[in-house]
């Protein structure tokens, strides 16, 4: 009862916080994550552990538990013990005050703290205490000031701990906690500033708070240990003596870690709360989470870039560009993979080649590195492969939502995966204030473009009566609306010169593709079309617009997101609106007819192109990661974001 009363207090506080809205919409991304529709994706997070789910496990798998309620309660705890003892299995350790209002409590399952032979309300005495009386029990502490949870939310972190990882290296749960502010979803090292952040729902709310998260810290009220990992942790007693509770356990987390048994934020799970308390980083704790080296035994900052695929792709091409560079400039990079070494790209660092994600991860935990994610799948990967060595960074290239439009789950995956941890890096304003609207606040570097590819050719005769276009049918590039405004155009339309994978995008006689060319073959056509033409719905940078100024080619193209920084409309380039085929089918036809407009789009595009080579831009991405390498090196906070 006052469980559910605590439910209902909070449930009103966040409904008159967000409004009927965004509170219905809310709830109902979190009944959907929560739902039997989860998934589980190929770096190990799953949404797949439901309530209904843990109960039939915990019908068949159930471990008995041993639940400390430290302090002084003034909930019906008896009513809150007759329910909880039978249910959970459970063992009770309470004070001599909590203990006298437990009628109906047998003496067996009951221990007094501070009486003989029974601890006092500290982990060290506990620890020793069920090592001696309840080696076979797991552990629940709870604040017995707090409204005390129900059996289920219980039952949902004891499968968590045992069914969530299927090499069984989670050891220890902590919920969320639901506030009359919102919820809390465990908590973050915020390395930007050297210290401990809640993580709360941000201003955009995409159900990421009930995506399952691994933390690095946790408060005592709600945390559950596995027997096992109670055993098994490496935390030696003098290392506790003297500190509170919660500190006890931010000590735990810390060793557990350093045996790679992971503590887990099973978020779904949460639980009402009438206040909270922020952990803090402390003494050695601060120092494990804060300095790290990222050198390798000659001195050289080693970078290491986790990719899922190395197929013909922008984003990995910029990869690839970025392990070049910083190799040329004196890192010692390379790259780890679920494929092997590219043949379509002169990639001049080693590529190590995984069979899945979590052999990667095995061999990864043990590098001193800057490791950085490059797909938000491989974000988990590199975050579990930085907590003990190394130094997690989070190339950013799109906000990685858009690429799920009808999958709700998978967006809020994609969303959780963005966490402060990380010291993070994208290449365009619009990718700056998306992650900012969720809680991150990134470095901003461009992408760029190989000068040597890409660029006028003297002897280049452009066709008067030719358009060139990406032809791709990948629903962000609405490649549709391009063709559509070149068709409705009929027998005035101008050859159609198009490249990529896709040979049979579009069946038309006038239609000129060329199957997966190279640099040089790309580059001939942006000089030898009268227009290039770029109709994205989203880009999360678009760098062809920026190949093809670099080489002269005027661009038509619209608000794609990602390349606002650089297109500017009526100067170096013509932006028409999204859908709009009559506006494209005009514009075409008006630069067409003007070869004076043409030549002036393009001289401005040329001045845009010649600020974003790939040589000013490494040069600053060398500078970011050298900051990064000193910080690490002295504990600091990462290097001040740069937004120029």
């Known amino acids: 009862m006052v469980e559910g009363l605590a439910r209902l207090l909070g449930a009103g506080a966040m409904f008159l916080r967000l409004g009927p809205r965004r509170y219905l919409r809310r709830r109902r ?50 009513a809150w013990a007759r329910l909880a003892v039978p249910e959970l299995h459970a063992h009770l350790l309470v004070s001599p005050s909590t203990a006298a209002r437990l009628k109906g409590i047998e003496a067996d399952d009951l221990t007094i703290a501070g009486t003989e032979d029974a601890p006092s309300f500290d982990l060290v005495e506990i620890r020793r205490w069920m090592l001696r009386k309840r080696r076979n029990h797991d552990l629940l502490l709870l604040d017995a000031s707090q409204p005390l949870p129900d059996t289920g939310a219980v039952i949902e972190m004891q499968c968590a701990a045992y069914d969530y990882h299927h090499a069984g290296e989670v050891g220890c749960v902590t919920p969320s906690y639901r506030t009359a ?57 003098r290392e506790l003596v003297g500190l509170d509770l919660d500190r006890q356990v931010a000590h735990f987390i810390r060793r557990a870690w350093a045996g790679n048994i992971r503590t887990l934020c099973f978020s779904s799970t949460e639980l009402p709360v009438s206040r909270t308390s922020l952990p803090q980083l402390f003494g050695e704790q601060r120092a494990w989470a804060m300095q ?15 990719l899922n695929a190395t197929s013909v ?44 994600y979590e052999d990667l991860l095995l061999a990864l935990r043990s590098v001193d590195a800057i490791k950085v994610a490059t797909w938000w799948e491989t974000a988990e990967i590199v975050w579990l492969a930085s907590v003990n060595h190394g130094l997690p960074a989070y190339l950013i290239q799109e906000f990685e939502t858009w690429f799920y439009p009808d999958d709700e789950v998978a967006r809020a995956a994609v969303v959780a995966s963005y966490r402060r941890e990380f ?21 901003l570097i461009p992408h760029g473009y190989d000068p040597t590819a890409f660029h006028v050719i003297p002897d280049a005769t452009r066709r008067d009566d030719a358009i060139l276009a990406l032809g791709r049918s990948f629903f962000q590039k609405n490649f549709a609306m391009t063709a559509r405004a070149w068709q409705s155009l009929g027998d005035e339309r101008p050859t159609f010169l198009l490249f990529g994978g896709e040979p049979d995008i579009l069946d038309d006689p006038r239609v000129e593709y060329s199957v997966r060319p190279t640099d040089a073959q790309v580059n001939a056509l942006y000089n030898s079309a009268a227009l290039f033409v770029q109709t994205s719905r989203h880009e999360g940078f678009c760098l062809p617009i920026l190949e093809a100024m670099a ?94």
């Open 29 to 78: 991304s979190i009944q959907e994550i929560r739902g039997r529709r989860g998934a589980t994706f190929a770096n190990g997070v799953t949404t797949r552990l439901t309530s209904s789910g843990a109960q039939a496990w915990h019908r068949v798998h159930w471990r008995p538990i041993t639940i400390v309620l430290a302090g002084e309660t003034s909930d019906d705890v008896a």
């Open 181 to 237: 502010d919102g919820i809390i979803s465990g908590y973050d090292v915020d390395r930007a500033v050297g210290e401990i952040a809640p993580a709360r729902t941000p201003s955009a709310d995409y159900g990421q708070s009930a995506i399952p998260r691994y933390v690095l810290t946790a408060g005592y009220h709600g945390f559950f240990v596995r027997g096992r990992a109670l055993d098994r942790v490496d935390a030696a007693d």
């Open 292 to 306: 790290r080296t990222v050198t390798n035994a000659e001195g050289e900052t080693r970078v290491v870039f986790v």
């Open 313 to 356: 792709s922008g984003g990995i091409r910029a990869v690839f560009e970025l392990a070049n560079g910083l190799s040329e400039r004196g890192f010692d990079v390379d790259i780890w993979s679920l494929q092997d070494h590219p043949t379509w790209f002169d990639l001049r660092v080693p590529v190590r080649t995984f069979y899945s």
């Open 423 to 443: 010291a993070s890096i994208t290449e365009a304003s619009y990718q700056v204030g998306e992650l900012e609207s969720v809680g991150v606040t990134p470095t």
């Open 551 to 644: 080489a002269g080619c005027p661009v038509i193209t619209t608000d794609s997101h990602g390349n606002r920084d650089f297109c500017v409309d009526g100067v170096n380039c013509v932006i028409v609106p999204q859908d709009d085929d009559v506006a494209l089918a005009d514009t075409i036809t008006r630069l067409m007819r003007d070869p004076e407009e043409r030549e002036r789009l393009s001289a401005n595009g040329l001045r845009t192109a010649a600020d974003y080579t790939w040589p000013i831009v490494l040069d600053r991405v060398g500078a970011f990661y050298r900051q990064l390498t000193a910080s690490a090196a002295q504990g600091a906070p990462h290097p001040s974001n740069d937004r120029s």
